[in-house]
């Protein structure tokens, strides 16, 4: 077994395992700090199949920009984990957090399965282009066959922003019950 296999199936059991205690824990930062290893092991696979721009994309904007985001926001609001969150669980509770991540590794070990299975004997790398996940590749698919998706997304963006400034400055023009008497 060579050297990049052993690093693959590390990060690619790395992601998983991160993927799945970021469900798992109570803690909201916590969990953010799980989405984040798991990102990075992410592109860790990524960047081994060849895909240098997708993976430093994926560790600059979702690892460090978004992330950052969702810190600020579960900063921003107070959460805390543990039992402050709600109630105590359950047991349908107890029983659809271990059943829903239990069925899922069983379809995840069925996706390996068959595509273990589907393999013909050639290399998957072979039928990809030599320019796949450069810069020039990436940015001509996004600006030909994925436009309209990404514009979409765009507008979609510029909408939740403008809701967000809307929403804030209608709770700082409410007047307060002192300028209410």
């Given at each position: 077994?060579?050297?990049?296999?052993?690093?693959?199936?590390?990060?690619?059991?790395?992601?998983?395992?991160?993927?799945?205690?970021?469900?798992?824990?109570?803690?909201?930062?916590?969990?953010?700090?799980?989405?984040?290893?798991?990102?990075?092991?992410?592109?860790?696979?990524?960047?081994?199949?060849?895909?240098?721009?997708?993976?430093?994309?994926?560790?600059?904007?979702?690892?460090?920009?978004?992330?950052?985001?969702?810190?600020?926001?579960?900063?921003?609001?107070?959460?805390?984990?543990?039992?402050?969150?709600?109630?105590?669980?359950?047991?349908?509770?107890?029983?659809?957090?271990?059943?829903?991540?239990?069925?899922?590794?069983?379809?995840?070990?069925?996706?390996?399965?068959?595509?273990?299975?589907?393999?013909?004997?050639?290399?998957?790398?072979?039928?990809?282009?030599?320019?796949?996940?450069?810069?020039?590749?990436?940015?001509?698919?996004?600006?030909?066959?994925?436009?309209y998706p990404f514009e979409l997304t765009g507008v979609l963006l510029?909408?939740?922003?403008?809701?967000?400034?809307?929403?804030?400055?209608?709770?700082?023009?409410?007047?307060?019950?002192?300028?209410?008497?």
């Amino acid at each position: 077994m060579s050297a990049e296999l052993v690093v693959f199936f590390i990060s690619a059991v790395v992601a998983v395992c991160g993927a799945l205690m970021m469900i798992v824990q109570r803690n909201p930062v916590a969990s953010v700090l799980y989405l984040i290893l798991s990102l990075v092991a992410q592109a860790v696979c990524y960047i081994q199949l060849g895909g240098l721009f997708l993976g430093a994309i994926l560790v600059i904007v979702y690892a460090g920009a978004i992330m950052v985001l969702f810190l600020f926001v579960i900063m921003l609001l107070n959460l805390r984990g543990g039992e402050e969150l709600g109630k105590p669980m359950n047991a349908i509770s107890l029983f659809t957090k271990f059943t829903i991540p239990t069925l899922m590794l069983v379809e995840l070990l069925f996706v390996i399965k068959e595509s273990f299975a589907s393999m013909t004997g050639s290399n998957g790398a072979d039928a990809l282009s030599d320019g796949f996940g450069s810069v020039a590749e990436v940015a001509k698919l996004m600006f030909t066959r994925y436009l309209y998706p990404f514009e979409l997304t765009g507008v979609l963006l510029l909408i939740a922003i403008v809701g967000a400034v809307v929403l804030a400055k209608s709770e700082d023009s409410q007047p307060t019950a002192e300028g209410e008497n």
